[in-house]
């Protein structure tokens, strides 16, 4: 994973986008629709249909970065939201969110073999 700086604020666009988007439509839509700075350091996550394809976009200060992870197998987990609002998680919770584990309640599912 790409090591962002400690202190990063992350937000998940609520809701589904068209992944035909490119960087500078994303940073039109955190502009517009979430009522943010897409230039002010901030991690803003968007998620495709499907829900096997997520979007990052983030200015470093230097310039702008445009991260795409598609998974494998499995969906991403992402927030509902009814008026397409974002929602911030902390810089941990992505890591989760990008490796496809549950970021609400992270947790250990593999079980031990059974002994014997």
């Given at each position: 994973?790409?090591?962002?700086?400690?202190?990063?604020?992350v937000w998940i666009a609520g809701g589904v986008?068209?992944?035909?988007?490119?960087?500078?439509?994303?940073?039109?839509?955190?502009?517009?629709?979430?009522?943010?700075?897409?230039?002010?350091?901030?991690?803003?996550?968007?998620?495709?249909?499907?829900?096997?394809?997520?979007?990052?976009?983030?200015?470093?200060?230097?310039g702008m970065s445009l991260y795409i992870k598609r998974?494998?197998?499995?969906?991403?987990?992402?927030?509902?939201?009814?008026?397409?609002?974002?929602?911030?998680?902390?810089?941990?919770?992505?890591?989760?969110?990008?490796?496809?584990?549950?970021?609400?309640?992270?947790?250990?599912?593999?079980?031990?073999?059974?002994?014997?």
């Amino acid at each position: 994973m790409i090591a962002f700086p400690t202190g990063t604020k992350v937000w998940i666009a609520g809701g589904v986008t068209d992944m035909r988007r490119g960087m500078n439509t994303l940073a039109l839509a955190v502009q517009q629709g979430l009522g943010r700075d897409p230039h002010a350091g901030e991690i803003f996550c968007f998620r495709g249909r499907r829900g096997d394809l997520v979007k990052l976009l983030w200015h470093d200060g230097v310039g702008m970065s445009l991260y795409i992870k598609r998974l494998e197998a499995g969906k991403f987990i992402w927030p509902v939201s009814q008026d397409g609002t974002a929602v911030p998680i902390a810089a941990a919770q992505l890591g989760y969110l990008l490796e496809g584990i549950d970021w609400r309640n992270p947790r250990w599912t593999q079980r031990p073999a059974k002994a014997g």
